[in-house]
DNA sequence: GCTTGTGAAACGTTTCACAGCA
DNA sequence: TGCTGTGAAACGTTTCACAAGC
């Protein structure tokens, strides 16, 4: 629910024309929204569309399409719109997957085992290359859907991501050991976590990470519908 | 990763001397995990805590914190701080959790089947009450950790919603059957709805959506990672 | 005609700074 | 003294409006 990014000066003259790290995080996010859109027209087999077709599929307005796409180039045609496919393929090569990214998950319980079996990641060019616990009764253990790997205890972390060429690490522990994981990540030379965990974590400069607040997304819910009731039958 | 509000004029003249619609939703999305935070505080103890602890817990600044908390009431004592125990339940009370909450999930694949067990929502006072497919294969099995629960078919939503008085529906099910089983869902009476499925899904005025973008958040990462990298080594 | 890209204006959020109170 | 609650200033994001191009 939360993304840090390390700050980056321009320093380099780098031929970046429109620089990545001005960009605002609000578009970061809808970055991946827009990558979703375009990739279900692309599968309709359209040939362009839109800022304001594209907005009106997600519920935003079509300047702040233009403007997001903006931040990250210039993408289309005055007269014309934007061109599915090249955008799509622009879009996945500013995130970086157009590319595939190793990925390790450590804690095996339901959630960790639910993501292992999502078919999401993999179409989006996320691979997990091995999964940990600490649980002596899990170490060992092969993984449903994932022939070949077993699950590994917490000490190889680093070995792993050194071999694999891991940049993410994926975090489904219990919240009193997500911190201890999140060092061992970091220690592990690990650039981005995405931690399931309910605790707040820290990380050093240099290492993004996202917290998903599953309580939390609920808790926002009942308060909306809460603060709807009260406004509507006042007691 | 996007909630929508229903927008609400005052209108009556209802004693609440903080208007919840016009608390910044930045502000709602932080309240949650104040209280997580706070929850922690008590576990451990502590009577009273400050604006600058809370704030240092979870990286915000202190004015962020008294800003955040006074747009719901006011809850400190000038020179003392805030009274633990008390500010657990003054913001149980505005977010709703101090009574349960009954919910559906819909969708019963991996992901539908984590969520059931994953006792954190159970904690924070959200309770599954039925759970649907439309798999034939599924309907009538029972559910793993709930016992006398079974699976139910999507057409006997409604029916349950307005037994159990159920207000939140959680949709876990492919990206194709999301925006129909969401349709369903609202004309069943469902207040507010937590998406997982990978799709942008539309509900009417005065029915709260979040969805929650598990590919969203490793892409994210990979353009923050990505984006340090070009930064860093340009080419 | 239609649509992009983009400065400028409008709007929203966060931080500052301090009066007031324990 | 220490800390909250809150206007005002600073900052960030979105929307507007239009020149330029198909």
């Known amino acids: 629910m939360a993304t840090d990014q390390a700050p980056r000066k321009d320093s380099s003259g780098s031929k970046q024309h429109h620089r990545l790290d001005a960009v605002p995080s609000?578009?970061?996010?809808?970055?991946?929204?827009?990558?979703?859109?375009?990739?279900?027209?692309?599968?309709?087999?359209?040939?362009?569309?839109?800022?304001k077709?594209?907005?009106?599929?997600?519920?935003?307005?079509?300047?702040?399409?233009?403007?997001?796409?903006?931040?990250f180039g210039q993408f289309g045609q005055p007269g014309i719109g934007y061109r599915v496919?090249?955008?799509?393929a622009r879009i996945r090569g500013v995130i970086g997957t157009d590319r595939s990214w190793n990925t390790i998950v450590v804690?095996?319980?339901?959630?960790?085992?639910?993501?292992?079996?999502?078919?999401?990641?993999?179409k989006?060019?996320?691979?997990?290359?091995?999964?940990?616990?600490n649980d002596p009764a899990k170490i060992g253990q092969p993984i449903g859907a994932m022939p070949g790997m077993e699950i590994l205890p917490v000490d190889?972390?680093?070995?792993?991501?050194?071999?694999q060429n891991v940049r993410i690490g994926v975090i489904t522990v219990p919240a009193e050991a997500a911190q201890p994981v999140a060092d061992a990540l970091v220690a592990a030379g690990i650039k981005g976590i995405l931690n399931f965990a309910p605790a707040a974590l820290t990380v050093p400069?240099?290492?993004?990470?996202?917290?998903?607040?599953?309580s939390g997304y609920l808790e926002q819910l009942a308060f909306y519908i809460h603060?709807?009731?009260?406004?509507?039958?006042?007691q």
């Open 124 to 133: 989006k060019g996320f691979r997990v290359v091995a999964v940990f616990d």
């Open 53 to 71: 077709e594209l907005g009106e599929a997600l519920g935003y307005t079509d300047s702040q399409v233009r403007k997001d796409l903006a931040y």
């Open 156 to 163: 190889r972390l680093a070995e792993m991501v050194a071999e």
């Open 26 to 51: 609000p578009a970061v996010r809808r970055l991946s929204l827009y990558l979703r859109e375009l990739e279900g027209f692309l599968k309709q087999n359209r040939q362009t569309t839109s800022s």
């Open 227 to 234: 603060a709807r009731q009260l406004a509507d039958d006042p």
């Open 85 to 88: 496919a090249e955008l799509v």
């Open 107 to 122: 804690g095996v319980g339901n959630l960790g085992q639910a993501l292992l079996t999502y078919r999401g990641f993999a």
């Open 205 to 214: 400069e240099g290492v993004s990470l996202a917290s998903v607040e599953l």
